[in-house]
């Protein structure tokens, strides 16, 4: 973790603050390796402190070997309070995103201390991940591969779009996973054309596509993972959508480059997608930053200022939905290399029919 905490205090002395203040989850794991539910991070110069109650401190001492472990022995606040006097903290920089009431709980707590509001500083940092990051994020893959593979032999007319997510949940727990990275979309038939239709009682019929939109979270990180499957023969317009929609995740990947930007990948998809036709079908940008959180830094969207460079995660999700009959997705995660890319997913696009 230390490499992380360099890379926060030469950010923290770009903006003149001598100390860094976090609660969110999964900014304080990434800083700290401490996964428990609560506490503070504190990043100093040369320190680095976790503020945390008396259920985690042994936790937090064995997760967290570079930090100073703080056992609030009554109110966070106060503890901190305490830590910035000893430290000699007068400018602390914090997050924007955090409540309204800690912003005045920690005006009021340390009245000496200048609070400058940061966004993005840790997300920024995260956005790069490393060797330890992709060996959790490829087993999430993994994960999630395993689950569709599974998946396949049980969808059949007769299911419904729960049972599905249930059995695509359970299996991923059974590898291992702690859970569902979010809450699954299953989206059958018409019910396609919902870009986040989550499974509902809906009972899968024959000739019907299923949109699975799924992920595994895997010790704090998450895979994010999109297949439209056929149960039966489809529909021949939802053939010639599902087509499109593979073309345009195959020029999207291909434009997922160093140096290349953000905003230019979001164009290959929709460029390909508008040309056959179905540009106001799509609506939605073609990726996002994918880690700790499901959707983070960078965007990969027509108003995205972000270059990609090696080491970002993203995903290529391109989609077209259209009302009364129905939609199709194929989402990727990818890496970018130094020298390209490399899709982290194995499983195939080809339109896959099931037997009815
Ligand atoms: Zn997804
Ligand atoms: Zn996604």
New binding site residues.
Partial sequence: MSGRLEKLRVELEKIGAEAFITEKPENRLYLSGFSGSTGSVVVTADQAFLVTDFRYVEQAAEQAPDFVIVNNERKAVEAIANLLKEQRVSRLAFESSVSFQTYQDWSKAFADVELLPTNGLVEKIRMYKDEAEMVIIREAVRIAEAAFEHIQGYIRPGVREIDVAMELEFFMRKQGATGSAFDM?VASGPRGALPHGRATEKVIQAGEMVTM???AAFQGYNS???RTVSVGEPHPKMREIYDVVLRAQLAGLQALQPGNTCKAADAATRDLITQAGYGDAYGHSAGHGLGLEVHELPHVSAASQFVLEPGMLV?M?PGIYITGLGGVRI?DDVLITADGHEVLNKTTKELLILPV
């Fill in positions: 979309i939109d799924f992920g994010d993972i999109t995903t999700e989402e």
